[in-house]
């Protein structure tokens, strides 16, 4: 992607909304700069369009500064043999039913260091509160970054995991939880 699209100025004001279908094109073509630069997801952008949209989805986020699209963060439901959500049952009394999933986090590296990641990580975990729910995600240990971005947002560690696609690709990952809500105690 040309850099001139995604002005950085020190005024610039981010906005965080839903993200709308209309935002696919733009979404997925930062998607793919992404993974061009940094390899995320790992487990490619051939389908970019359903990376978006995975089973389970409950709500999506987008940054625009200046009009353009520059970070994304979803939510969605998690898998019935997810291993996070096994391991949160062990420490809260909070229904399963009440658990989602942060994922699908990502920022244009030209807009990094901006405080994008943040602000989509609260408006998620903002919206999850306001229904009662818990949130948990994984990332990979590769990511150091986004390790530091949740930890510095107060998320619980909870245990090391192993992330697995294809036949024979795994990635050493570790399970995080949001700060839990008065309600989950």
Do not use: C
Request: without cysteine; neutral net charge; aromatic residues 8%.
């Amino acid at each position: 992607m040309d850099n001139s699209t995604y002005p950085t100025p020190p005024s610039a004001s981010t906005i965080i909304r839903p993200r709308e279908m209309a935002d696919i094109e733009a979404t997925t073509a930062l998607l793919i700069e992404v993974h061009r630069r940094d390899g995320y997801p790992v487990e490619g952008v051939a389908d970019p369009r359903a990376w978006l949209q995975p089973p389970g989805l409950m709500r999506s986020w987008i940054a625009e500064l200046n009009g353009a699209i520059v970070g994304h963060v979803s939510l969605t439901a998690p898998p019935g043999d997810d291993q996070a959500v096994a391991l949160w049952r062990t420490r809260t009394t909070a229904p399963a039913s009440r658990v989602a999933v942060l994922a699908r986090l990502f920022v244009h590296p030209e807009t990094r260091r901006q405080s994008v990641g943040k602000a989509l990580v609260q408006a998620a975990t903002g919206y999850a509160q306001s229904r009662q729910t818990d949130l948990l995600l994984d990332v990979l240990e590769k990511d150091t970054a986004a390790i530091r971005l949740y930890e510095s947002l107060g998320w619980t560690f909870l245990a090391t995991a192993t992330h697995s696609f294809g036949r024979d690709s795994t990635f050493p990952a570790r399970y995080y939880a949001a700060p839990l809500q008065e309600n989950s105690k």
